[in-house]
């Protein structure tokens, strides 16, 4: 792999790069140090290897890079230096590509993908991931085959490493406040509303928020729904489906008392920084990245809520992945690398520790948040009581999805029906999409 010349990087991160000769020669050593030359010659380290990794948008934190990727490593690879590059000033894709010098992994999520793919980065792994031994099987198909959806032909671009779920997170101590039941698993999204309207209040001067369902975006994950035709370049917002999700939105901001002088997105900060949100919509992830205020409240989870008529699905696949880009060099190295991070051994101590593994196995799934105190008694099977759907991404969502998510103004303002609603996104996206094809 060529060095990184020619452009400003970003914070680098290393592993350890040479075994020790004195912990790796003693291996398989012939006794009272005799033995022929080939023996020797069996018993000396590997050739060190360098490899890099992109980490886009920073997709992993320097805690996860380090207990997930950077210890394994070091354990079982000695002989392999990673450098990690950040998405940084002066290091995007972009930067680095003009510069000749992308990095030998990409590592990103499903969503982010097509960035990747638009700069013509991708190969296909399919024959060293069968020449190397990484047996693809190990994993949940679902998590496969939104990988190989960026395909063609079955292409495999990348490989699953951990995944996001969706979970309703709530706050005990408001509803016991109100003398209101908890939430359960297997709600749907009216349930929630009603039993938000019942702690959507005003008391001791603290405005109080039953249910904030959050993102547009993020109940429509629940139903994997396109936001654009790759082929047509158009919208694809005005159908039945957008309009019940708007209408659940209308339903929940209409709740007296929720639309506080303009004020209608409560969000993250509402729930585990001021505590005046009782249920939230949140990815799994998120609730262990705020485990320091979790500790400072009676909380818990359930399933994610979803329509009547598609429980049981959860939001669409969200899985962070690494790729290994067509401008590396050592792709057999590389494999040998994902080999180690979604071994059994380390898919479970990442379950452990709250990131939910892309693995079949239901023995990790069960260890899940299990060495995090905040998880302890609290309903940590609740992720997977729901299964992720398979979306269709394509490059034009972003411009559609900053439509959509608008739209939540003109629900909280009011006096607009829902079906104005859907034709204004609808145009609104359309007319971007064109300007963009010009």
């Known amino acids: 792999m060529k060095a990184l010349h020619g452009c400003r990087m970003g914070p680098i991160v290393a592993i350890a790069a040479v075994c020790a000769l004195a912990g790796c020669g003693n291996q398989g050593g012939p006794a009272n140090g005799a033995g022929t030359k080939e023996k020797e010659t069996a018993a000396k380290p590997p050739e060190p290897v360098k490899l890099t990794m992109y980490n886009h948008f920073n997709n992993i934190s320097d805690e996860r890079l380090q207990q997930f990727i950077i ?17 940084d000033k ?35 792994m399919s024959d060293v991931i069968k020449s190397r031994g990484l047996d693809l099987n190990r994993f949940d198909a679902t998590y496969l085959d939104a990988i ?73 994950s629940g139903l994997s729904l396109p936001y654009a035709d790759a082929k047509t370049v158009k919208a694809l917002i005005d159908n039945d489906s957008w309009r019940n999700i708007f209408g659940m939105f209308k339903v929940a901001y209409e ?27 949140a990815w799994a992830l998120q609730v262990v990245n705020n485990r320091a205020e979790l500790a400072k409240m009676e909380w818990d989870m359930v399933s994610l809520p979803n329509f009547k008529e598609n429980l049981g699905r959860g939001r669409s696949v969200d899985i962070h992945l690494l790729a290994l880009s067509n401008v590396g060099k050592n792709r057999e190295a590389a494999v040998e690398v994902l080999k180690v991070i979604t071994s059994d051994e380390v898919q479970k101590l990442m379950s452990e520790y709250g990131t939910p593994s892309v693995l079949r196995s239901d023995d990790i799934k069960k260890v899940y948040g299990s060495k995090l105190p905040e998880f302890q008694g609290k309903n940590v099977q609740a992720p997977f009581k729901t299964k992720p759907g398979l ?42 999409l064109a300007e963009q094809q010009k």
Request: charged share 25%; hydrophobic share 35%; proline share 5%.
């Open 90 to 124: 002066g290091s995007t894709i972009d930067e680095l590509v003009a510069a000749k010098s992308f990095t030998d992994f990409y590592y990103g999520s499903n969503v982010g993908f097509p960035t990747y793919m638009n700069l013509q980065l991708q190969q296909d």
């Open 255 to 281: 709740i007296p008392g929720y639309v506080n002088q303009g004020k209608y997105d409560y969000g993250a900060n509402g729930f585990f920084k001021d505590k005046n949100v009782a249920m939230l919509p």
């Open 71 to 87: 210890e394994p490593l070091k354990q079982k690879l000695p002989h392999v230096t990673l450098e990690v590059v950040k998405h």
């Open 391 to 432: 979306p269709a991404i394509t490059k034009y969502d972003g411009i559609v999805g900053t439509y959509v998510e608008a739209a939540r103004k003109d629900i909280a303002a009011g006096g607009t029906d829902v079906n104005t609603i859907v034709r204004k996104v609808q145009d609104q996206a359309n007319q971007k």
């Open 148 to 220: 190989k959806s960026f395909g063609e032909k079955g292409e495999v671009y990348g490989v699953p490493f951990s995944a996001n779920m969706g979970v309703l997170i709530y706050n005990k101590a408001i509803f016991d406040k109100f003398a209101v039941p908890y939430p359960k698993d297997g709600m749907t999204w009216d349930e929630v509303i009603d039993l938000g309207k019942r702690l959507t209040r005003t008391d001791g001067g603290v405005n109080y928020i039953g249910f904030d369902p959050g993102r547009v975006a993020d109940v429509a």
